[in-house]
């Protein structure tokens, strides 16, 4: 419950949902400063083998994400409000991706199964296809600091393991970091 200062007379109240540490896909509507990467998650044929054409497939929810931080792990709890949905579905992302400075950055991005990052409209990298836990590196140079519209589509094959990692080494660092949170819009 919340007071306002200004007059104590003035209350509210909002139940609060808390996230544990490991869950990844959190419900919304919208994106926001605390999710700001919107995922809308659809339902996938068993034995797909690469990403599919989501303008033709049903869209069963849309959750959002802090950051692209799920490490190789097991995945049995599905999605909010879509319990089992644990395989054989398919990611579409979309976010605005924060550049703190002009350079080269090298993006790597890894997964289990296959995904593709696009960067105002260009696609920069594709590990599409059923494997395990592989990575794909790309460098890519940015004229300007400043906000560039980001894609990223990803699907899971059979079960029960999933990764989703977004990486970046900025210009003038000695390794790989997730691109944190801040840097999503």
Not at 88 to 97: A, K, M, S, V, Y
Request: aromatic share 12%; glycine share 6%; with cysteine.
């Amino acid at each position: 419950t919340a007071v306002l200062i200004a007059d104590e007379t003035v209350k509210a109240s909002v139940t609060l949902t808390i996230l544990k540490d490991d869950v990844v896909f959190a419900r919304c509507a919208s994106g926001n400063k605390v999710f700001p990467i919107i995922a809308d998650v659809y339902s996938l044929a068993v034995d797909t083998a690469s990403l599919p054409d989501f303008k033709k497939l049903t869209k069963v929810t849309t959750v959002c994400m802090d950051k692209y931080a799920v490490a190789d792990r097991e995945f049995t709890a599905g999605f909010p409000d879509v319990p089992n949905l644990f395989e054989w579905f398919g990611l579409n992302t979309h976010t605005t991706l924060i550049v703190p400075k002009a350079g080269k950055y090298t993006i790597r991005l890894n997964s289990d199964d296959g995904a593709k990052v696009w960067i105002n409209g260009m696609l920069v990298i594709d590990n599409d296809g059923l494997h395990v836990v592989t990575a794909k590196d790309s460098t890519v140079y940015f004229s300007k600091a400043g906000e560039y519209y980001m894609a990223l589509d990803y699907f899971q094959g059979p079960r029960f393991r999933i990764a989703l990692e977004l990486l970046w080494e900025k210009p003038g660092d000695s390794g790989f970091e997730i691109i944190p949170t801040e840097n999503f819009k």
